[in-house]
């Protein structure tokens, strides 16, 4: 067993405000793990608990295997990356770099060798002498980075550390993260309510919603599979309709509309009594300009008519919204299949549902 750090039935009250409830975690050594969710879900919180900055209400912090709820920050050897830099002004980068090493009392060749190799890692050696505030945001939150690594943390934590930067640099700067966390093999726990970053970097997520896990999984699995109707919508964007189920179709509340759904999705419930609700993501619709254009063996049942109100440009994706009835859908298909389709707004269009690419959760609670 390696250097795990596990959670044990963590809860954090401020007042009568439950900011934690029951959390219970395991990340092993070596893992990136992200904590992702909305503001005031308890992410920041479980951080702090970590890093020792606040203590659990109840439940237990385990590392390497021994009990570490009364350990000061100070002794826990974390390192911690904030969102603000945090940097001396009127030290070169090297002296930040360096700075715990320091007041360490470590020789100072090793201090040398040391920030030398970290700059090296990072691309910022021949930024060795500059002051922070003759430096981008980026290249700053690289040497805050780096100077959270200088005294060999055993774990990392980063808190938010790319949200203040513009979104060029953030995609750069967190490939970057990743590049250094994969060649130290140091474990990271990186907060962020950013899912793209999340999914982008991490090798699981946590996905938290009012102090609580609502899942724990890889990137690819929180985005195909999400457990819950709250992971669906948080994580990229889903259409949702709600109805109950007789044999294997749902009559949508609002819209009167029916969709057949396969009996493996169906085969998911505990329960096909009362309401439910079904969820699709914008790129598994399909969209035609005329309905003839649709392949003869699909379910005819799937096949819904709407009209075009907005086209938005995304770059590879091309995101049409779509009124049907009283509601509107979202859809995306490429750039290249919409320039074919020569749809445009105002088009009345032809929808077709896969029955097996719904996902169906249970409306007590929201679990798939």
């Given at each position: 067993?390696g250097k795990?750090?596990?959670?044990?039935?963590i809860t954090k009250?401020?007042d009568?405000?439950?900011?934690?409830?029951g959390?219970?975690?395991?990340?092993k050594?070596?893992?990136?793990?992200?904590?992702?969710?909305?503001?005031g879900c308890g992410k920041?919180?479980?951080?702090r608990?970590?890093?020792?900055?606040?203590?659990?209400t109840?439940?237990i912090?385990r590392?390497?295997?021994?009990?570490i709820n009364?350990?000061i920050?100070?002794?826990?050897?974390?390192g911690?990356?904030?969102q603000?830099?945090a940097?001396f002004?009127?030290?070169?980068?090297?002296?930040?770099?360096?700075?715990g090493?320091?007041?360490?009392?470590?020789p100072k060749t090793?201090i040398?060798?040391?920030?030398?190799?970290l700059?090296?890692l990072?691309?910022l050696?021949d930024?060795?002498?500059?002051?922070?505030p003759?430096?981008?945001?980026?290249?700053?939150q690289r040497?805050?980075?780096i100077?959270?690594l200088?005294t060999?943390?055993e774990?990392l934590l980063?808190d938010?550390?790319?949200?203040?930067?513009?979104a060029?640099?953030r995609?750069n700067l967190?490939?970057?993260i990743k590049?250094v966390?994969s060649?130290?093999?140091?474990?990271m726990?990186?907060?962020?309510?950013d899912?793209?970053?999340?999914?982008?970097?991490?090798d699981?997520?946590?996905?938290m919603n009012?102090?609580?896990?609502?899942?724990?999984d890889k990137p690819?699995?929180?985005?195909k599979?999400p457990k819950?109707?709250?992971v669906?919508?948080f994580v990229g964007?889903?259409?949702f309709f709600?109805?109950e189920?007789r044999?294997n179709?749902?009559s949508?509340i609002e819209?009167?509309v029916?969709?057949?759904?396969?009996?493996e999705?169906?085969?998911?419930?505990?329960?096909?009594k009362?309401?439910?609700?079904?969820?699709?993501?914008p790129e598994?619709?399909?969209l035609?300009?005329?309905?003839?254009?649709i392949?003869e063996?699909?379910?005819?049942?799937?096949i819904i008519e709407?009209s075009?109100e907005v086209?938005?440009?995304l770059?590879?994706i091309?995101?049409s919204l779509?009124?049907?009835k009283n509601?509107h859908?979202i859809?995306d298909?490429?750039?290249?299949?919409?320039?074919?389709?020569?749809?445009?707004?105002?088009d009345?269009?032809s929808?077709?549902?896969p029955?097996d690419e719904?996902?169906?959760?249970?409306?007590q609670?929201?679990?798939a």
């Amino acid at each position: 067993m390696g250097k795990d750090l596990l959670l044990e039935n963590i809860t954090k009250r401020f007042d009568k405000v439950i900011a934690v409830r029951g959390m219970n975690l395991d990340v092993k050594e070596g893992e990136f793990v992200c904590f992702l969710g909305p503001s005031g879900c308890g992410k920041t919180t479980t951080l702090r608990i970590i890093a020792g900055f606040e203590f659990p209400t109840s439940g237990i912090v385990r590392y390497n295997g021994k009990v570490i709820n009364d350990v000061i920050p100070q002794k826990r050897n974390f390192g911690i990356v904030f969102q603000s830099y945090a940097l001396f002004p009127h030290m070169t980068v090297a002296e930040n770099v360096g700075f715990g090493l320091k007041m360490r009392k470590v020789p100072k060749t090793q201090i040398n060798r040391r920030v030398d190799e970290l700059l090296e890692l990072v691309g910022l050696a021949d930024q060795k002498y500059k002051r922070p505030p003759e430096l981008s945001g980026g290249q700053q939150q690289r040497v805050a980075l780096i100077r959270s690594l200088a005294t060999y943390p055993e774990i990392l934590l980063l808190d938010e550390p790319l949200s203040a930067l513009d979104a060029k640099i953030r995609v750069n700067l967190r490939a970057e993260i990743k590049k250094v966390q994969s060649e130290l093999g140091i474990t990271m726990i990186y907060v962020t309510h950013d899912q793209e970053e999340a999914l982008s970097i991490s090798d699981r997520v946590i996905v938290m919603n009012q102090g609580y896990i609502e899942q724990i999984d890889k990137p690819i699995e929180v985005y195909k599979n999400p457990k819950t109707k709250f992971v669906a919508d948080f994580v990229g964007t889903s259409n949702f309709f709600s109805g109950e189920i007789r044999g294997n179709v749902l009559s949508d509340i609002e819209t009167g509309v029916s969709f057949k759904i396969s009996h493996e999705v169906l085969s998911s419930l505990k329960s096909q009594k009362g309401r439910v609700s079904l969820s699709i993501r914008p790129e598994k619709i399909l969209l035609f300009k005329h309905a003839m254009n649709i392949p003869e063996d699909v379910d005819r049942t799937n096949i819904i008519e709407g009209s075009i109100e907005v086209v938005t440009f995304l770059g590879v994706i091309v995101r049409s919204l779509i009124k049907l009835k009283n509601k509107h859908l979202i859809v995306d298909i490429t750039e290249k299949d919409f320039e074919k389709s020569l749809l445009k707004m105002g088009d009345s269009v032809s929808l077709y549902f896969p029955p097996d690419e719904f996902l169906v959760f249970q409306n007590q609670g929201g679990r798939a």
